[in-house]
């Protein structure tokens, strides 16, 4: 089976841009969520998906968002770039409220 | 809100020992479960162990277990046998089980150097 698959792995953009990230979750697995990972603050939550349906959301503005299509697959969008966003953007899935949960390689996003 | 502390941010250990990572939380729920995460320089997030709050049994994977006391809101991670492979950071993570339940809530976490 294979994993959960996110790309790119490397991003760079400038301060004011746009950026989509992908994840493909792992076959079956109906669940995604996404996670921000700095070493200021760490790893923090930014939301969940289900079944198309946003269940959960983190503490960050409305600049992040994201969607999920029918074949799970999910993409997260952050509009209006900072510098403090960049980071590794963690993507995990799991099956139907599991609590194991499987991360992809991230995507290394660096906003000049 | 429920909060997730390691207070080791380093541990050296030499290979083929036995090291323990601590890691303590705090929440007001009765029901959760707790993780164990494994980051190595590839980035990828690897669960190693995973405990669920109602159970009073200790989890135990390989060379990993847990010694989980939740009176006492610890759950630390003892590797045995320790081996290259398992330098990496290591991150405990806290769960909810409610139905309306955030994500993880991740410690800071401990990066494990391994001495051969």
């Known amino acids: 089976k294979a994993g959960v698959t996110q790309t790119p792995r490397y991003l760079i953009k400038t301060r004011g841009q746009q950026v989509t990230l992908s994840c493909s979750p792992i076959?079956?697995?109906?669940?995604v969520s996404w996670y921000q990972q700095t070493p200021g603050q760490g790893l923090q939550f930014l939301f969940e998906y289900f079944s198309e349906t946003q269940r959960n959301k983190g503490n960050f503005p409305g600049r992040f968002s994201g969607r999920q299509f029918s074949n799970s697959r999910s993409e997260m969008n952050v509009s209006t770039l900072e510098l403090g966003d960049s980071a590794l953007y963690l993507c995990?899935?799991?099956?139907?409220?599991?609590?194991?949960?499987?991360f992809g390689s991230g995507t290394q996003l660096s906003v000049l | 809100a429920q909060t997730v502390t390691q207070s080791q941010p380093e541990m050296s250990v030499q290979e083929a020992e036995t090291v323990t990572l601590s890691c303590t939380y705090d929440?007001?729920?009765?029901?959760?479960?707790l993780f164990w995460y494994k980051q190595p320089p590839s980035r990828q997030m690897i669960l190693v162990i995973r405990?669920?709050?109602?159970?009073?049994q200790n989890a135990t994977e390989n060379r990993f277990s847990v010694n989980f006391q939740k009176a006492a809101k610890s759950f630390s991670l003892k590797i045995s046998d320790s081996q290259l492979g398992d330098a990496a950071m290591y991150f405990c993570?806290?769960?909810?089980?409610?139905?309306?339940?955030?994500?993880?809530?991740f410690g800071k976490g401990t990066h494990l150097i391994i001495q051969p």
């Open positions: 993570a806290y769960k909810g089980s409610g139905g309306g339940a955030d994500g993880l809530t």
């Open positions: 405990q669920e709050a109602y159970k009073q």
């Open positions: 995990a899935s799991s099956s139907h409220g599991g609590q194991k949960l499987f």
């Open positions: 076959s079956g697995h109906r669940s």
């Open positions: 929440t007001s729920e009765s029901d959760y479960y």
